[in-house]
């Protein structure tokens, strides 16, 4: 399906001016001709020389072991490579045909792909398409049933969200940083808000809940589109790897995730009042790609990451949020994918895209209940990386050889991100998918930031003299000393990427430095402790950390104006 999960209804292909989308239209709804395929054909992201395009095929005909889609080009807009299907050209005319792995499509049954393209001039939609011969989205004259079966019923979405929408400001994190010095100059941005225990729905505290940040959001919506950025955070047996995220629930308690904690949030999402809001909920940071990376012999294993494994409660917990939140019409699934330090080498990445389609094929959900991915949500990788590239040599040697790398296939999120959406519509979520990337905290600047490359004299002078991520080592999580603002929240700020965010609000801690009794169910995590030396999931390295850390999420002042010291792009 594509990212608007709408089936194309009926007789005319329509271009949607600035969105880009072929869409349908359905004279009347009378129910009495017969389509017997649709193609929603979707430009992504366009800029002056090229664009990104999603294409959705559904059969209405007979089901189809292969299968073959084309139309023509009237501009000079030609396919520069592709994805889920084998794409080639002629002059004008476009064949799209059947991976090996995709081949079959049944009856009401719906295949995507996407490529990448370039133009000059305009980027007209093309007006036909067929499926094996058979011209799509126009009446075959049977007289059959006008409305395919549409995959999902809770009706049309945007494509992206984030587009041509303003961002809620989280009125008590804003009043936080607002009482900072110097903080004002960053006060009116967008973060998510985290409900990262049962107690957070209603308010913690005497604190705002659900309810209370949407009316809110509500009112600083106005006229226009206004989207509300939510973390759904409560897993069983959260965050298998590291005690200061730990969460409220034991490792078998999917029953009160399910009822106490997913389905209140999913009645009030689906309220009529909210139904004009944007809703983008990221759902479970830092638990899928545990499942990968810290089971069974890693050296990296925990004994609670490879319960967490068996009993498959991430993959059923995941799948039911999915599932029940996707419900409202006006929500935006987009699950957490990690950051390229976590999951950017080979033998983790096509691995953590497979554990991410379990979860979104579990109790209940399809991928078409997931809209998009955030990579590095309240982590510390560098989006950019412009004084080397993991093409690079120095010293006779590549840049993956350096201790820094040590072998990973991405040095930023930029491109992880843009790589790992490639893989994930390989391994079968829809072509359409976004990414979002969490920028609140890796901007590296202030005197620290590296002007140019390092030396060419080995590789490992050459890498590290010219990284703006200055991190010991890139599994260094919690707190990290010498860290800046990053890139401010955008829409649509690169290919395939639908925005940069501020998911994790600047100022709020990671873990507490020291042991702190809690009633929240965190624990006391060595990597937030600056004396701590390391462990496999760090090389063995310093921690990096702040001292002097409060438990986290709670607000740690000294870190606030670290970040904002380093920001960069700087603050003025």
């Given at each position: 399906m594509s990212r608007t999960r709408t089936a194309m209804l009926a007789a005319l292909a329509l271009v949607a001016g600035a969105s880009g989308t072929a869409l349908a239209?359905?004279?009347?709804?009378?129910?009495?001709?017969?389509?017997?395929?649709?193609?929603d054909y979707k430009v992504q992201n366009q800029w002056d020389t090229g664009f990104t395009a999603a294409v959705t095929v559904t059969n209405q005909g007979t089901a189809k072991s292969n299968w073959s889609v084309k139309w023509s080009y009237a501009g000079n807009q030609k396919v520069t490579s592709g994805w889920n299907a084998r794409i080639s050209q002629s002059g004008a005319d476009v064949t799209a045909a059947n991976e090996t792995y995709n081949g079959t499509l049944s009856t009401g049954g719906s295949v995507s792909f996407g490529f990448q393209g370039s133009y000059s001039g305009t980027n007209a939609i093309p007006a036909t398409f067929t499926l094996d011969g058979v011209t799509c989205n126009v009446d075959d004259g049977s007289g059959g049933p006008t409305d395919p079966p549409d995959p999902d019923p809770t009706g049309p979405k945007v494509d992206n969200p984030y587009s041509g929408a303003k961002v809620y400001v989280n009125p008590e994190w804003s009043a936080k940083a607002a009482a900072e010095p110097g903080g004002s100059r960053i006060a009116g941005q967008p973060t998510g808000v985290w409900l990262d225990r049962i107690a957070a729905i209603n308010g913690v505290n005497g604190g705002m809940g659900l309810r209370d940040h949407l009316d809110e959001a509500l009112t600083q919506k106005g006229?226009?589109?206004?989207?509300?950025?939510?973390?759904?955070?409560?897993?069983?047996?959260?965050?298998?790897?590291?005690?200061?995220s730990n969460g409220e629930l034991g490792p078998t308690e999917l029953g009160r995730y399910k009822t106490e904690y997913i389905d209140p949030i999913a009645a009030i999402l689906a309220d009529p009042k909210y139904a004009s809001l944007r809703i983008v909920t990221t759902i479970e940071i830092d638990s899928l790609?545990?499942?990968?990376?810290?089971?069974?012999?890693?050296?990296?294993?925990?004994?609670?990451?490879?319960?967490?494994?068996?009993?498959?409660?991430?993959?059923?917990?995941?799948?039911?949020?999915?599932?029940?939140?996707?419900?409202?019409?006006?929500?935006?699934n987009y699950i957490d994918a990690g950051h390229h330090g976590w999951i950017g080498w080979d033998d983790n990445f096509a691995a953590s895209a497979t554990v991410m389609k379990e979860a979104a094929t579990s109790e209940?959900?399809?991928?078409?209940?997931?809209?998009?991915?955030?990579?590095?949500?309240?982590n510390y990788s560098a989006l950019k990386e412009n004084n080397f590239t993991i093409?690079?040599?120095?010293?006779?040697?590549?840049?993956?050889e350096s201790k820094w790398v040590d072998w990973n296939r991405y040095v930023d999120e930029l491109s992880f991100a843009q790589g790992f959406r490639n893989q994930l519509v390989t391994t079968g979520f829809n072509s359409g998918i976004g990414m979002l990337i969490d920028t609140s905290r890796n901007g590296w600047g202030g005197s620290a930031r590296p002007a140019g490359p390092g030396a060419t004299?080995?590789?490992?002078?050459?890498?590290?003299?010219?990284?703006?991520?200055?991190?010991?080592?890139?599994?260094?999580?919690c707190n990290q000393s010498g860290a800046g603002l990053g890139e401010r929240p955008q829409a649509n700020p690169a290919a395939g990427i639908d925005a940069y965010v501020w998911i994790k609000p600047p100022g709020e801690s990671d873990g507490a430095s020291q042991e702190i009794p809690n009633d929240e169910g965190k624990g006391f995590d060595r990597m937030c402790d600056p004396t701590y030396t390391g462990n496999p999931r760090?090389?063995?390295?310093?921690?990096?950390?702040?001292?002097?850390?409060?438990?986290s999420g709670h607000w740690f002042s000294a870190q606030f104006q670290q970040l904002m010291q380093n920001a960069y792009p700087p603050l003025s």
């Open positions: 239209a359905d004279p009347g709804g009378i129910g009495t001709a017969a389509v017997p395929c649709t193609v006229s226009g589109e206004l989207v509300v950025q939510l973390v759904i955070y409560n897993l069983p047996g959260r965050d298998c790897a590291a005690l200061a790609p545990n499942l990968v990376t810290n089971t069974g012999s890693r050296p990296t294993a925990t004994p609670q990451c490879d319960v967490m494994k068996a009993n498959g409660n991430y993959q059923k917990g995941v799948g039911y949020a999915l599932n029940k939140l996707g419900d409202a019409a006006n929500v935006y209940g959900a399809t991928v078409n209940d997931v809209h998009g991915f955030i990579a590095n949500t309240a093409n690079d040599s120095a010293g006779g040697k590549s840049v993956r004299t080995d590789v490992d002078t050459y890498v590290n003299g010219g990284r703006y991520d200055r991190r010991i080592h890139v599994g260094n999580w760090n090389g063995n390295n310093m921690s990096g950390s702040l001292p002097n850390a409060p438990l």
